[in-house]
T-cell receptor
């Protein structure tokens, strides 16, 4: 079965702009989580959506938001981009929670 | 405040020898601990997990040990192979299913 698909793979934006990233989970998976990976920081949890509801949220400012659709596809939005938002954004899907979650290849966002 | 710490940013091991990757945590309420492997330009891949009620879980060449009193877990890879060269992330899951990752350890297995 198809894996977790993230689009786009690469993105370059300028400061102040906003960006929307997309994640299509594995068919049948209801949980989608988003992570930010920066050098030296590892993966930091952004939020998790389960059946269209945000179930968990990490410690990121309100500029970071997300949503999940009825088909479990999820989008993440970052508004008023800052240089420090440059990172690899990963999404992970699982049926119920995080055990054995499958990750997508990520979207590499560069803010200039 | 980092709840999950991987204090070694890198590790180099000879092929065939044992690789030991370490991870420390601060929250005694974590339910599960997981290890992920990440190659460049790919998403992390789940490797192995352990429940907080166990002290060891083995899967082929990979074994995870959990020492709850020390709040420490380790991943042993034996024998190490060049294809194991990657960044390894340790993660802890709490009761709300939130995964908290360490900063990763880059493993290099030398042929």
């Amino acid at each position: 079965k198809a894996g977790v698909t993230q689009t786009p793979r690469y993105l370059i934006k300028t400061r102040g702009q906003q960006v929307t990233l997309s994640c299509s989970p594995i068919s049948g998976h209801r949980s989608v989580s988003w992570y930010q990976q920066t050098p030296g920081q590892g993966l930091q949890f952004l939020f998790e959506y389960f059946s269209e509801t945000q179930r968990n949220k990490g410690n990121f400012p309100g500029r970071f938001s997300g949503r999940q659709f009825s088909n479990s596809r999820s989008e993440m939005n970052v508004s008023t981009l800052e240089l420090g938002d440059s990172a690899l954004y990963l999404c992970a899907s699982s049926f119920e929670g995080h055990l054995g979650a499958f990750f997508g290849q990520g979207t590499r966002l560069t803010v200039v | 405040d980092q709840q999950v710490k991987q204090n070694s940013p890198s590790l180099s091991v000879q092929e065939g020898r044992i690789s030991i990757l370490n991870c420390d945590y601060t929250n005694s309420m974590f339910d599960y601990f997981l290890w992920y492997k990440k190659y460049p330009a790919e998403g992390p891949t789940f490797l192995i997990s352990i429940s907080s009620i166990k002290d060891k879980n083995e899967d082929g060449r990979f074994t995870v040990f959990l020492n709850k009193s020390a709040k420490h877990l380790s991943l042993h890879i034996v024998p190490s192979q060049p294809g194991d060269s990657a960044v390894y992330f340790c993660a802890a899951m709490d009761s709300s299913y939130k995964l908290i990752f360490g900063s990763g350890t880059r493993l290099l297995v030398r042929p």
